[in-house]
């Protein structure tokens, strides 16, 4: 009996680890022939500390976790190891910021095509878990 319940709250346990992290509003940017990177964002929300460490998908050579900040009027490009998903705080990747960058697209990426790209999360236990999400290619809208 005692064994039992143990491993019952280990499986409860496990199961709310894998809900920790919410990823809403994700979208690819669409990109034009001979553009061989695009940019993917989203919105990372998690209920206790969490990290993502990395990203892939099949439609481009690889993914980077980029920041971009205008310094100067010059916008710089930084990429980071991993980003921080502090607990109840949602990041946002979005365009002017923090993005995904796909390196080496393997086609261009068309206007309500959908993409898939796997995200390699870190719980504060240090815990990893991959996420597969599929996210909608949308025509880049400018802000004026
Ligand atoms: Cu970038």
New binding site residues.
Partial sequence: MHNLAISLVLVAWSLAAQAGVGITDSWARATVAGQDVG?AYMTLNSTSDATLVSATSPVSTSVEI?S?TMDNGIMK?RMLDSLPIPAGKPVKLEPTGL?L?LLGLKKPLKAGDKIEISLTLKDKLGKQEIRKISLPVKADVQKE
Avoid: D
Wanted: hydrophobic share 65%; proline share 0%.
């Fill in positions: 940019a980029h971009m490009m993005h960058m």
